[in-house]
């Protein structure tokens, strides 16, 4: 119990570090053509939540928001940064990402439903993807329409941010979601089942 602990403490720790570097560093921003980047930073948030469950999950994402929240009152720049100060925007969409990712994973994987952790190989594999996807589209869904609500960016705008840079965004994050965590359970490459750790 109290390793289980540890674990979940440390995990917290370093993924919410990791997020906070990524923001810092630039790294979490990929500029794919002028004025617009795809965001990796939600990406620890959703790995924390399949690993440790829902509550490591709102914690990384609360340590997420409130990271946003500080860095756009010291750096902001334009009105839509500066709308990050409110932490309807910036902390609360955040908080869902993780519930979210989990409560997809737990479904496909059936960890809702039943106590015996082995499941085949491409459940678990669909589970990693579709949990990303579901992950990243939270917070795609809920910033942007939180912005639209506060009337800092018109909802057509929105709704073309959110098809193209939020799907974009959605297939990035299930590619390093599923990278990281098919070598962290050492899944293997063939199909069958396998006993895969938690």
């Known amino acids: ?37 795809l965001t990796t930073l939600h990406v620890p948030v959703i790995i924390g939540a399949i690993l440790e469950g829902p509550v490591v999950g709102v914690f990384i994402g609360l340590l997420f928001g409130v990271f946003t929240m500080i860095q756009a009152s010291l750096i902001a720049v334009n009105p839509a940064d500066m709308a990050f100060i409110n932490p309807l925007i910036s902390v609360v969409p ?10 997809v994973y737990a479904l496909i994987t059936g960890r809702l439903r039943i106590k015996d952790k082995t499941v085949t190989v491409l459940r678990e594999s669909l589970a990693l993807i579709i949990s990303a996807v579901a992950g990243s589209l939270t917070n795609t869904v809920l910033v942007l329409s939180a912005l ?50 938690r």
């Open 94 to 103: 955040r908080l869902f990402i993780g519930l979210v990712s989990w409560f």
């Open 1 to 37: 119990m109290i390793d289980s602990r540890m674990r979940k403490i440390a995990v917290t720790g370093v993924l919410a570090s990791l997020s906070i570097v990524l923001g810092i560093t630039g790294l979490g921003l990929i500029t794919w053509f002028p004025g617009a980047s």
């Open 148 to 197: 639209a609500l506060f009337k800092i960016i018109p909802w057509a705008t929105i709704w073309a941010i959110a098809s193209v840079n939020g799907s974009l965004e959605a297939a990035l994050s299930a590619i390093i979601v599923f990278a990281v965590l098919s070598a962290w359970k050492h899944l293997p490459r063939h199909g069958g089942k396998s006993r895969l750790n």
